[in-house]
Nanobody, 123 residues
């Protein structure tokens, strides 16, 4: 069973950057499609980005294309979300997940989830 732990969230001003990490343990990380979702108060969980393999195949939500970059290191069981040019509307709890189906843009594509990390972007 895969366990996922996110870190790196915090408070940042609009236009700034943050780097989120997701560290996996307990399973075979390399066999999973992994991704990031976010959930703002009162809203559904929204797809941010997903990745399969060692950064070779990626998919992004429209709202983050060109600003966020997803990557992973299977040897370190780690996935990264580099967020640039942050906007107040990026404020949410960010969750990492692991699943078995590509492109893994839906919540139901994921089997395992982390506990989330809060990102707050001030205007």
């Amino acid at each position: 069973q895969e366990q996922l732990v996110e870190s790196g969230g915090g408070l940042v001003q609009a236009g700034g950057s943050l780097r989120l990490s997701c560290v996996a343990s307990g399973g075979t990380f390399s066999k999973y499609v992994t991704g990031w979702f976010r959930q703002a108060p009162g809203k559904d969980r929204e797809f941010v980005a997903s990745i399969f393999g060692n950064s070779d195949t990626t998919s992004y939500g429209d709202s983050v294309k060109g600003r966020f970059t997803i990557s992973r290191d299977d040897a370190e069981n780690t996935m990264i979300l580099q967020m640039e040019k942050l906007k107040p509307e990026d404020t949410a709890i960010y969750y990492c997940g692991a699943g078995l189906r590509w492109p893994a843009t839906r919540v139901n594509d994921y089997v395992y989830w982390g506990q989330g990390t809060q990102v707050t972007v001030s205007s």
